[in-house]
């Protein structure tokens, strides 16, 4: 295996020189040193790295470089090594600029020059980086391929699939050159796809997401049948009742049916996050999260469907869908809410991964270069997309319902979408109609004013309309209001639900002792990522209360 590299990044020829002789000299035996003397050839390096599938454990740059900044460089080389843990070299006067690129690039550390001795100042910084980033290395680039359609819902799921668990991937038409070779290589033909092609040669024909993600090295099996604490669901509710549970030694699992972050993981840009002033991807922001878990012991299993929950003695015990089982002394329920389809406009749930998507997509926005992009719906999830989407399409278009984005829209959000000329907003706007031909051609759109009707052509569709618990497979089981969303602690007993076991539900509790609901799925609660994850802190801490005292 090639050495993981260091790179350095510094204008100054003298501590360009400086910064590698004591990197090599230090750890020259198990890593490649790399040296570059701007953010310009710093990238060029970085990406034959790529190409070449090695690995970039730790990268260094110095702030004050002409042209780009050590900042503007650590932003961009995120794009290429993203878990690669990032230093800025700054002078005493720059030390502004070091903890505003806490938030803007996720900065691990930042060092004062000159840093001598380097026994002292640089190499326990770079060791502690250094068992930071093997604890959680970039998986080889390139290794798994996908051979399918470009118009395919199931090639669709799987890149997003691999996109959304940060698998690296490369994606080929059965009919382009390597996607044929692909194919003939593995004995396939283009009757059965997609086809997923691991690192090691081996063809996954029309596969499970549970068959991709034990091949690309996701944990999908638990490893004991009893735990502390189950969470079910992985958005930012579900990873903060994780973290904390593992932080404060809950023996913790977190079960996940797609990809941990939930919706909140494909938002583009969350900017209301407390503590990110200049903003954040959900991506960056929920796998953050979700390395802080494992890091406290917490048990991660990616794509396993639970179906049901039930009490045995004295545990809660969840079924999957395989018909397995685990147990735990408490859980946290922590599933979300799933966009509303349009299952009644005629012609559309035809085309859903064909060209219409319910969420954010983030693995087509490429494919919408100079294309015109329709996004449904007038909240901040459709309004983060638009603003995504706008970065590569030629033309959006958000059709809301409504007179204006001001009833559900945060005001920051509406001022970005004003300022941008290729963004159209047509209010009292509802797609009454879709057609094509194996995948989405045109759409019928009605001004709900005076019920005028247009055809319009469009590929692509994304819709970010109302929000569906997803509690229906505990229908029966624990008690839930009129729109499906799970009742618990003041409301559980303001309903007269009765639980059976003589006392008033904790704040969080739900109708059967000992279950938790966080975040979305609950009823009543604030639908914004920062309210999910305090609940899920919370619930860790009302999981306590409840071992203590039963």
């Given at each position: 295996?090639?050495r993981?590299?260091?790179?350095?990044?510094?204008?100054d020829p003298?501590?360009?020189?400086?910064v590698a002789?004591?990197?090599?000299?230090?750890?020259g035996e198990h890593?490649r040193?790399?040296?570059?003397?701007s953010?310009?050839?710093?990238?060029?390096?970085?990406?034959?790295?790529?190409?070449r599938?090695?690995?970039?454990?730790?990268?260094?740059?110095?702030?004050?470089?002409p042209?780009?900044?050590g900042?503007e460089?650590?932003?961009?080389?995120?794009?290429?090594f993203?878990?690669?843990?990032?230093v800025?070299?700054?002078?005493?006067?720059?030390?502004?600029?070091?903890?505003?690129?806490?938030?803007?690039v996720?900065l691990?550390?930042?060092?004062l020059?000159?840093?001598?001795?380097p026994e002292?100042?640089?190499?326990?910084?770079?060791?502690?980086?250094?068992?930071?980033?093997?604890?959680?290395?970039?998986?080889?680039?390139?290794?798994?391929?996908?051979?399918?359609?470009?118009?395919?819902?199931?090639s669709y799921?799987?890149?997003?699939?691999?996109?959304?668990?940060?698998?690296?991937?490369?994606?080929?038409?059965?009919?382009?050159?390597?996607?044929?070779?692909?194919?003939e290589?593995?004995?396939?033909?283009?009757?059965?796809?997609?086809?997923?092609?691991?690192?090691?040669?081996?063809?996954?024909?029309?596969?499970?997401?549970?068959?991709?993600?034990?091949?690309?090295?996701?944990?999908?099996?638990?490893?004991?049948?009893l735990?502390?604490?189950?969470?079910?669901?992985?958005?930012?509710?579900g990873?903060?009742?994780a973290?904390?549970?593992g932080?404060?030694?809950?023996?913790?699992?977190?079960?996940?049916?797609?990809?941990?972050?939930?919706?909140?993981?494909?938002s583009s840009?969350?900017?209301?996050?407390l503590g990110?002033?200049?903003?954040?991807?959900?991506?960056?922001?929920?796998?953050r999260?979700r390395?802080?878990a494992?890091?406290?012991?917490?048990?991660?299993?990616?794509?396993?469907?639970?179906?049901?929950?039930?009490?045995?003695?004295?545990?809660?015990?969840?079924?999957?869908?395989?018909?397995?089982?685990?147990?735990?002394?408490?859980?946290?329920?922590?599933?979300?809410?799933s966009?509303?389809?349009?299952?009644?406009?005629?012609?559309?749930t035809?085309?859903?991964?064909?060209?219409v998507?319910?969420g954010?997509?983030?693995?087509?926005?490429?494919?919408?270069?100079?294309e015109?992009v329709?996004?449904?719906g007038?909240?901040?999830?459709?309004?983060q997309?638009?603003m995504?989407?706008?970065?590569y399409?030629?033309r959006?278009?958000?059709?809301?319902?409504?007179?204006?984005?001001g009833?559900s829209?945060?005001?920051?959000?509406?001022?970005?979408?004003?300022?941008?000329?290729?963004?159209?907003?047509?209010?009292?706007?509802?797609?009454?109609?879709?057609?094509?031909?194996?995948?989405?051609?045109?759409?019928?759109?009605?001004?709900r004013?005076?019920?005028?009707?247009?055809?319009?052509?469009?590929?692509w569709?994304?819709v970010?309309?109302?929000?569906?618990?997803?509690t229906?497979?505990?229908d029966?089981?624990?008690e839930?209001?009129?729109?499906?969303?799970?009742?618990?602690?003041?409301?559980?007993?303001?309903?007269?639900?009765?639980?059976g076991?003589?006392?008033?539900p904790?704040?969080?509790?739900?109708?059967?002792?000992?279950?938790?609901?966080?975040g979305?799925?609950?009823?009543?609660?604030?639908?914004?990522?920062?309210?999910?994850?305090?609940?899920?802190?919370?619930?860790?801490?009302?999981?306590?209360?409840?071992?203590?005292?039963?």
């Amino acid at each position: 295996m090639p050495r993981p590299v260091i790179l350095t990044v510094d204008d100054d020829p003298g501590v360009s020189r400086a910064v590698a002789r004591d990197l090599r000299r230090e750890y020259g035996e198990h890593h490649r040193i790399v040296r570059a003397d701007s953010g310009e050839a710093a990238l060029e390096a970085l990406r034959e790295i790529a190409l070449r599938g090695e690995q970039v454990a730790v990268i260094l740059a110095d702030q004050r470089m002409p042209r780009m900044s050590g900042v503007e460089f650590l932003e961009r080389a995120m794009d290429l090594f993203p878990r690669a843990r990032r230093v800025l070299l700054t002078a005493y006067a720059d030390t502004d600029a070091a903890i505003t690129a806490i938030n803007v690039v996720d900065l691990d550390h930042y060092l004062l020059k000159p840093w001598d001795p380097p026994e002292e100042k640089l190499y326990p910084v770079v060791d502690q980086l250094l068992e930071a980033w093997r604890r959680a290395p970039d998986r080889p680039t390139t290794d798994t391929r996908v051979v399918g359609h470009r118009w395919s819902a199931r090639s669709y799921e799987l890149r997003d699939l691999l996109a959304r668990n940060q698998v690296p991937f490369r994606f080929h038409l059965a009919d382009d050159p390597e996607g044929a070779r692909l194919l003939e290589a593995a004995g396939c033909d283009a009757e059965r796809l997609p086809v997923v092609v691991t690192g090691d040669g081996r063809a996954l024909v029309e596969p499970t997401d549970a068959e991709v993600a034990e091949q690309v090295g996701l944990s999908t099996h638990a490893t004991a049948e009893l735990y502390d604490l189950a969470v079910v669901g992985g958005g930012p509710g579900g990873l903060g009742a994780a973290v904390y549970g593992g932080s404060e030694g809950l023996r913790t699992v977190l079960v996940e049916s797609l990809a941990t972050g939930g919706q909140a993981g494909t938002s583009s840009r969350i900017e209301n996050y407390l503590g990110f002033p200049d903003g954040v991807s959900g991506s960056q922001l929920t796998d953050r999260a979700r390395r802080q878990a494992v890091k406290f012991g917490v048990e991660v299993l990616t794509t396993r469907t639970v179906t049901g929950l039930g009490i045995r003695g004295g545990v809660r015990v969840l079924t999957f869908d395989d018909g397995s089982e685990i147990a735990a002394h408490a859980v946290v329920l922590a599933t979300g809410v799933s966009y509303r389809t349009l299952d009644d406009v005629p012609g559309l749930t035809t085309y859903a991964g064909e060209g219409v998507f319910y969420g954010a997509a983030t693995t087509e926005a490429p494919s919408c270069t100079d294309e015109t992009v329709y996004v449904v719906g007038g909240a901040n999830s459709a309004g983060q997309a638009a603003m995504n989407f706008a970065r590569y399409a030629r033309r959006v278009v958000m059709l809301v319902r409504g007179q204006s984005l001001g009833a559900s829209m945060s005001h920051y959000l509406i001022e970005q979408i004003e300022g941008v000329e290729h963004i159209e907003v047509r209010t009292c706007t509802e797609v009454v109609a879709a057609e094509g031909d194996g995948h989405l051609e045109k759409l019928t759109l009605r001004d709900r004013r005076d019920g005028s009707e247009e055809v319009v052509d469009a590929q692509w569709l994304f819709v970010f309309i109302g929000a569906r618990p997803r509690t229906d497979w505990l229908d029966g089981t624990l008690e839930r209001d009129d729109r499906g969303f799970l009742l618990t602690g003041p409301d559980l007993a303001r309903a007269g639900e009765g639980r059976g076991d003589g006392r008033e539900p904790l704040h969080l509790e739900t109708s059967l002792p000992g279950v938790f609901a966080v975040g979305d799925v609950r009823g009543g609660s604030v639908k914004r990522v920062a309210s999910a994850v305090g609940e899920g802190a919370m619930a860790v801490s009302l999981v306590h209360r409840w071992l203590e005292n039963r």
